[in-house]
């Protein structure tokens, strides 16, 4: 009965410290959570403005604020970059055409440490329907109960197939983008 008991004990401690062991999705908080963009534009220098994350999972193993694996989806239904008149042509089928392709998302593909607070993140971005590669530059910030991820990047916007109008020539391809994400 002892060596039961025992070996019942072991298996129960051996249980518990591989759950301790495995990493765990914590889920981004929408409301504290939003992408940012600049692009050069002819007419007004820079354009910048914001898409928000909507949902997400950031995957992190124990004791550690480098995650396993981070996914994120954005709604580029609700840009926001301070001009009505833009916002919606940004929206129709000329640019993002969000009645066909309401979602954009992101899933990570490899995570890089480079030290205890910094880390590169490369991904698959999915915009307008086509996935194209990212690379992404992440500080990380805040405590273990409130995690906070700052990634900065650079898009390349002719990689999403959009279609090319009158305004193409006045736009820059290369698109800034900034993230901040907090976890709940």
Not at 96 to 123: C, E, H, Q
Not at 141 to 148: I, T
Request: aromatic share 6%.
């Amino acid at each position: 009965m002892r060596v039961t008991a025992l070996a019942l004990a072991l298996v129960i401690t051996s249980a518990t410290c591989a759950f301790a062991d495995e990493s765990v999705p914590h889920a981004i908080d929408a409301a504290k959570s939003r992408a940012s963009f600049s692009v050069q534009h002819v007419f007004v220098e820079h354009v910048t403005g914001t898409v928000p994350i909507v949902s997400g999972s950031v995957v992190l193993p124990p004791d550690s604020s480098t995650p396993d694996s981070l996914t994120a989806q954005l709604d580029p239904g609700k840009v926001a970059s301070g001009d009505r008149d833009r916002d919606s042509s940004l929206v129709s089928p000329d640019f993002f055409d969000v009645k066909d392709y309401p979602v954009w998302t992101f899933t990570s593909t490899k995570i890089t440490p480079v030290s205890a607070t910094a880390f590169g993140l490369d991904g698959s971005l999915t915009i307008h329907g086509v996935s194209a590669p990212e690379h992404l530059d992440v500080t990380i910030h805040g405590d273990a109960a409130h995690r906070v991820y700052h990634a900065f990047g650079h898009v390349d916007r002719r990689a999403f197939h959009m279609p090319v109008t009158r305004l193409d020539p006045a736009i820059g391809n290369i698109v800034d983008t900034t993230l901040d994400i907090t976890l709940k």
